[in-house]
């Protein structure tokens, strides 16, 4: 069994940085795809990026690109999301989530096989 635990979430003003963490127990696949959703006041959960282990390739929902990065540490068996430049529509909690295939489509919730708890992030104005 896979296990994701996320941390890093928090309290933090419009226009501050946070850096969330998820680590993962143990690979079942050489071949993933590891992501973030959210999940906001409207509860529908969102994509919001991705990275494949083909190639390192990485994919962003229009909302947070240019102001999200995904990125990896296979050494550590983790994946982070630097988010900055938040605004108080980032307010969600935020789920790592992974998949045993690098390909598929990014933003789609029932492909991934594995779910953090996660992790709460909250931005005033």
């Known amino acids: 069994q896979v296990q994701l635990v996320e941390s890093g979430g928090g309290l933090v003003q419009a226009g501050d940085s946070l850096r969330l963490s998820c680590k993962v127990s143990?690979?079942?696949?050489?071949?993933?795809?590891m992501a973030w959703f959210r999940q906001g006041p409207d509860n529908e959960r969102a994509f919001v990026a991705a990275v494949s282990s083909h190639r390192s390739r990485t994919f962003y929902a229009d909302t947070v690109e240019g102001r999200f990065t995904i990125s990896e540490d296979n050494a550590k068996s983790a994946v982070y999301l630097q988010m900055d430049d938040l605004k108080p529509e980032d307010t969600a909690v935020y789920y790592c989530?992974?998949?045993?295939?690098?390909?598929?489509?990014?933003?789609?919730?029932?492909?991934?096989?594995?779910w953090g708890q996660g992790t709460r992030v909250t931005v005033s104005s």
């Open positions: 143990r690979r079942t696949s050489s071949e993933y795809t």
């Open positions: 989530a992974s998949r045993d295939t690098p390909w598929g489509p990014w933003a789609s919730l029932s492909s991934y096989e594995y």
